[in-house]
């Protein structure tokens, strides 16, 4: 009993380390913590099987297999969040807050099989409303992270009023009402089932939990009720958050369970224990019923490891009155193609692995990556230009991006990846309109893929206006961020399907 208390304390410890790490990477606008702490978003089982990293996918399946359940209570960080949401209902009027319910096969195996399907069809909006890192990821990017900037923005202003400057604002904005609204949405679903029924998300809607719940069916070690100590108080099925203990029978969905050891917290007979899985067949259930429960269980555990097993393996601005006075905002351009981060290699690339997760967006130091509002792109990272670009020596989202679907690349490689190509709008051009001599675009290229040409060959003082070389041009938007027409820029980036290396 003193062993499983001290068990249940180090992870309920690890769990609240676990989730103040990862939601810190959201947070972090620094970019001086993803060096430290990105293991932690790589470590996610969703992210690991679309990058195939197949250590980590060994590693969450050998630790469900011995222990059950730990990564739903101790590695995901929906999973924790729903804990921390349960225990704040927690008071002494709810004593009784939770009795056993039996599994939602039908939805628990729909959202499981809707979610194999989508990532077989690379239907990456599918994929990204599914997933609990990617889930509790837009929670943090979309609403906690522009909280904890309001906060540090007001105490930068504190600070400087005693003439320090050690803390500096950052700006905070918008970046997407879609996903705005569905990290708002998907927090409501969230708690409010987190609030009255504890881990019910996490055992009827998750697809993440469903399928370790598979594996967790045959744990060798898992929480056992001692019949001969059982008193039938029923203190551990009414503390039971994920509503898994039917005491009348003495049984307990392992498949449920999320091995967070409240109930034996709760047991004053020590009749619950953590311990090595029993040999002995339940007295309740005769073999032939025994065979009846098990074998659909067991067949379905290795369908579904067959299918995920083919499914990891197929986944191989503003208006300036002359630069003096900010008078309006910069629009974003109708991009036939959008574009997507160096690294991602295309858009079909991105589909095929990309969960939404948002850990790029809120990485990325020059404000360029947003979630994308596209239907079969929803909440993908898409560049856009109004306040800042893409920067050739920063890598910052390749390095972070936890499924692959951003690669690792170099300063270097970047340099001569070609995500679009910048294309001239002569209607916006201040020199042809407005009789500005301009040079914004040509002089702030840093590939040198603008050069000035006279808009008219036979007249010698005609207005100079851009040209641009489409195959030295890496559509990194500097030329569109930095003009200063407004509200839509002269010059602006169209997407590439495939980038392509110069």
């Known amino acids: 009993m003193i062993l499983d208390t001290m068990l249940r304390k180090i992870r309920t410890y690890t769990a609240l380390i676990s989730i103040a790490l990862i939601t810190l990477l959201f947070l972090d606008f620094t970019g001086s913590l993803h060096a430290w702490l990105g293991w932690l978003a790589k470590i996610q089982l969703l992210p690991a099987l679309l990058a195939v990293n197949l250590s980590v996918i060994l590693f969450l399946v050998v630790l469900t297999l011995i222990g059950g359940r730990i990564y739903c209570s101790v590695i995901c960080p929906l999973g924790i969040f729903q804990d921390i949401i349960s225990h704040l209902h927690r008071s002494k009027k709810h004593k009784a807050r939770f009795s056993y319910t039996k599994e939602h096969r039908l939805l628990r195996y729909g959202f499981l099989g809707l979610l194999i399907v989508a ?43 005693w003439d320090s400057y050690a803390i500096y604002s950052v700006e905070v904005w918008t970046k997407n009402v879609a996903a705005l609204a569905v990290a708002v949405l998907t927090l409501l679903l969230v708690g409010i089932l987190a609030w009255k029924h504890g881990r019910r998300y996490c055992n009827t809607v998750c697809p993440v939990g469903t399928l370790l719940g598979l594996l967790s069916r045959h744990a060798l070690f898992r929480i056992e009720i001692d019949t001969t100590k059982c008193v039938s108080c029923m203190q551990c099925a009414h503390n039971c958050k994920s509503e898994c203990i039917d005491i009348k029978h003495h049984k307990i969905d392992y498949s449920r369970c999320v091995t967070c050891m409240d109930c034996i917290d709760k047991c004053h007979t020590d009749a619950i224990s953590y311990r090595l899985r029993s040999r002995k067949p339940s007295p309740h259930p005769t073999a032939k019923e025994e065979q009846k429960v098990e074998s659909p269980d067991r067949r379905k555990f290795l369908g579904m490891t067959g299918i995920l097993a083919a499914t990891a393996l197929s986944a191989q601005g503003r208006r300036l009155n002359r630069g003096l006075a900010v008078l309006e905002q910069k629009k974003a351009p109708r991009r036939l193609t959008p574009v997507t981060p160096p690294g991602s290699w295309g858009i079909e690339e991105m589909k ?56 690792p690349i170099t300063r270097i490689e970047k340099s001569s990846i070609q995500t679009g190509h910048a294309v001239f709008i002569p209607q916006n051009c201040l020199s042809l309109n407005d009789g500005v001599r301009c040079t914004v675009c040509a002089r702030n290229c840093p590939a040198g893929a603008i050069r000035l040409v006279k808009s ?3 007249n010698p003082r005609s207005p100079r206006i851009p040209s641009i070389d489409e195959e030295r041009c890496i559509g990194c938007g500097a030329c569109e961020y930095l003009c200063p027409s407004r509200p839509f820029s002269a010059i602006y980036v169209e997407g590439h399907e495939h980038h392509r290396t110069l």
């Open 352 to 407: 095929e692995r990309c969960t939404g997760c948002q850990l790029c967006v809120s990485a990325c130091p020059n404000h360029v990556l947003r979630p994308s509002g596209g239907l079969m792109t929803l909440l993908q990272p898409v560049s856009s230009f109004e306040n800042g670009y893409c920067r050739p020596e920063c890598t910052r989202c390749s390095e972070v991006c936890p499924t692959g679907a951003i690669r």
């Open 119 to 161: 990532l077989l069809l690379g239907i990456g909006s599918v994929v990204q409303l599914l997933a609990p890192y990617s889930a509790y990821g837009r929670i943090a990017s979309q609403l906690f992270a522009p909280a904890y900037r309001y906060g540090n923005n007001l105490l930068a202003l504190l600070a400087e009023r």
């Open 456 to 458: 008219d060959p036979d």
